[in-house]
């Protein structure tokens, strides 16, 4: 119970007052005295009878005005009101202490990190934003400051402020932090906290499977290296957004980073484009630079590479053996420092070798390499890229986070995704623009028949007997489910057979998780 005594101002009714509650055997737990004459007191609960008897008791104290029962303390008050104002608000809020641990998540900084408040309260920072170095901030000149931050693949921006109490010799002492995180979808603030170009680094890029690691791992050592880097891969796996990290993540990532996509444009422009004209050319008083002598001292990405003409194949070689090429309509050359960074949805190998592209600049190419697998390759990484993209589209369209249903999940692991990563970005959007519930259900995705994207008829060897086709067709459709159901108990439940038959099997096929 808590009490509200309203008194005069005497020396020793304090005292009075605690005499009673001890004598009674009543535990304190807490006590607030304020200015202008009245004392809370925080009890335990007793019996009406005695709360009667204790009521006159404190009313007969010389100085005692009134006494009544009260719901809360000032304090309690004063933090629930701050608690229940700060939960609902839209943007997620979180309160750190000195040494860096956190005392406080509302709603939204809770549903961001997507855990439990137990999960974050008493934790540091850093373990849920391992890009903020508090220790650093804190033993620095301590200002309101802004940071780029990256969480689950999102771009936010996050504020930090330090919070400053006032003693009674007016000094000023610095009691805890407050982070606000703002969604980078907020136009009006990129503007003022971002600078024109965004970086995209790996922290952008989500995934838990083995491939995804190893892609990552690989990039990684590939990305600092000034040698040409070919980046292979079906349409929708990501690979302007691969160069573009591996761009960022070497000693060229404050020079440009341009881009051609050599598919797109015809001959003639696509080469006026790389290398520039002269004065005078297609009407032109002056010279035209040309891509690559705008990223000089960085990075050009050409995309779908081969696509490129025999002509600008030959011209591409020159650049990559000495960094020199000519301007079209000018005789003298030009040199520059760039990096080329290349990627086809081909095997130029095969390209190569049919003729339509040139030997010498494929080995010129073919030195340092990253294969990215397509989606259906990975569908470990499904549920985690799904999270993502509902967390980015909620954001634009202003709505709640919806639930994730198992059978969704089921049918978006089965499913063959030929347009990989890209396909369910968009999947997702539209899906969201079409629900009416709290749960993204199959429906919504319009996927066509699983059934047809699993089976690997098509690559089925019919070669030796019945019995050796069927192992064959059999160890296949393993192998394929095992990636989204990934242990024996969950598959032989997808397929409704025993575990033991199943385990059987995939002990027979030497299947394992990819």
């Not at 009313?59 to 304090?75: H, L, T, Y």
């Not at 990256?150 to 932090?177: K, N, R």
């Not at 390499?369 to 369209?397: G, H, N, S």
Request: aromatic share 6%.
């Amino acid at each position: 119970m808590r009490l509200e005594v309203l008194c005069e101002d005497r020396l020793g009714l304090t005292r009075e007052l605690l005499n009673i509650l001890a004598s009674r055997n009543l535990d304190l737990r807490g006590i607030e005295i304020d200015i202008t004459g009245i004392i809370y007191l925080n009890c335990p609960d007793i019996d009406f009878d005695t709360f009667s008897e204790l009521m006159a008791e404190i009313r007969r104290i010389s100085g005692v005005k009134d006494v009544r029962k009260i719901q809360f303390m000032p304090m309690e008050r004063h933090n629930t009101e701050l608690i229940s104002l700060l939960n609902n608000l839209p943007e997620p809020v979180v309160a750190i202490d000195l040494r860096g641990y956190v005392d406080m998540a509302n709603q939204a900084a809770l549903s961001l990190f997507n855990l439990e408040e137990e999960e974050v309260i008493s934790q540091q920072i850093s373990h849920l934003l391992p890009s903020f170095n508090f220790s650093k901030w804190a033993e620095g000149s301590i200002t309101r400051q802004r940071e780029n931050i990256v969480i689950s693949g999102l771009d936010y921006v996050m504020e930090i402020m330090p919070v400053y109490i006032t003693t009674e010799t007016q000094e000023s002492i610095l009691a805890s932090t407050v982070m606000i995180i703002r969604a980078t979808q907020d136009k009006t603030l990129l503007k003022q906290m971002l600078p024109l170009q965004s970086n995209l680094g790996f922290e952008h890029f989500v995934g838990i499977s083995n491939r995804h690691k190893a892609l990552m791992s690989q990039a990684k050592k590939l990305a600092n290296m000034d040698q040409p880097l070919l980046i292979q891969g079906e349409t929708g796996t990501g690979k302007e957004m691969l160069a573009r990290a591996c761009h960022n993540r070497s000693d060229r990532a404050s020079e440009p980073f341009l881009i051609l996509s050599c598919a797109s444009m015809p001959d003639d422009v696509a080469e006026t484009e790389l290398f520039g004209h002269g004065p005078g050319m297609f009407n032109h008083q002056t010279a035209h630079k040309g891509i690559f002598e705008q990223a000089n001292g960085g990075t050009v990405f050409l995309d779908e590479i081969g696509e490129m003409s025999a002509h600008l194949q030959i011209k591409l070689l020159r650049l990559l053996q000495d960094g020199r090429f000519r301007r079209v309509g000018e005789e003298h050359e030009v040199q520059v420092d760039v990096r080329v960074i290349a990627s086809t949805r081909h095997k130029l190998a095969d390209l190569a070798e049919s003729g339509s592209f040139r030997e010498d600049l494929f080995y010129r190419l073919n030195v340092l390499t990253v294969q990215i697998p397509p989606l259906r390759e990975r569908t470990t990484d499904i549920e985690p890229l799904l999270e993502m993209f509902i967390a980015k589209y909620v954001t634009q369209l202003g709505m709640a986070r919806p639930d994730i249903t198992e059978e969704l999940l089921d049918q978006l692991t089965s499913y063959n995704w030929p347009g990989n990563m890209r396909q369910l970005e968009n999947m997702v959007l539209r899906a969201l623009t079409e629900l009416e519930s709290d749960s993204l259900t199959v429906d919504l995705f319009h996927l066509p028949q699983v059934e047809a994207s699993v089976a690997p008829g098509a690559a089925l060897s019919l070669d030796g007997s019945l019995d050796e086709i069927m192992k064959e067709y059999e160890s296949k459709v393993l192998e394929r489910l095992y990636q989204s159901f990934p242990s024996s108990r969950k598959l032989a439940k997808r397929l409704n057979v025993s575990h033991t038959s199943v385990a059987n099997k995939l002990r027979e096929y030497g299947i394992r998780k990819g």
